[in-house]
C-alpha cells in the first residue's frame, strides 16, 4: 500500500502563488508515475499535471506556462508549483500515483490506484 500525503493549499489573490507538496510513504517503490488532479465544485475532477518514471511531464493546456510540477531525486515527494494563480484554478487538488509503468504521462483518473486526501486552494479575485 501507498499512502499519499498532500500539503501548501490555502488561500491567495489572483496573480499570487501556491507550493503544494505531495509525500508518498510505504510501498514507493510500486509507483511509476504521479500526478496532480483537481475537482472545482460542481465539476469533475480534471488533470493538471502528471510525471512518469519514463521521464515525460504533461501539463493540462489550462496550466501551462504558470504550473510547474518537480519531485525529490528518491521519487518519494512531488511538487506543484502554481504561478500566477487564476480564480479559475480555485478547485481541491488531488495528488495521485499509478503503478503502471507508461512512456507519456496517464492523464485518467481511473488508472491511478492511490489517491491523497486533498487540499483546497483558492483563488480570489
Known amino acids: 500500500q501507498v499512502q499519499l500525503v498532500e500539503s501548501g493549499g490555502g488561500l491567495v489573490q489572483a496573480g499570487g502563488s501556491l507550493r503544494l507538496s505531495c509525500a508518498a510513504s510505504?510501498?514507493?517503490?510500486?509507483?511509476?508515475?504521479m500526478a496532480w488532479f483537481r475537482q472545482a465544485p460542481g465539476k469533475e475532477r480534471e488533470f493538471v499535471v502528471g510525471?512518469?518514471?519514463?521521464?515525460?511531464?504533461r501539463y493540462a493546456d489550462s496550466v501551462k506556462g504558470r504550473f510547474t510540477i518537480s519531485m525529490n531525486n528518491a521519487k518519494t515527494t512531488v511538487y506543484l508549483q502554481m504561478d500566477n494563480l487564476k480564480p479559475e484554478d480555485t478547485a481541491v487538488y488531488y495528488c495521485?500515483?499509478?503503478?503502471?509503468?507508461?512512456?507519456?504521462?496517464?492523464?485518467?483518473?481511473?488508472?491511478?490506484?492511490?489517491w491523497g486526501q486533498g487540499t483546497q486552494v483558492t483563488v480570489s479575485s
Open positions: 495521485a500515483a499509478t503503478k503502471t509503468w507508461a512512456r507519456v504521462v496517464i492523464d485518467t483518473t481511473n488508472e491511478y490506484d492511490y
Open positions: 510505504g510501498r514507493a517503490i510500486s509507483i511509476n508515475g
Open positions: 510525471i512518469s518514471w519514463s521521464g515525460d511531464i
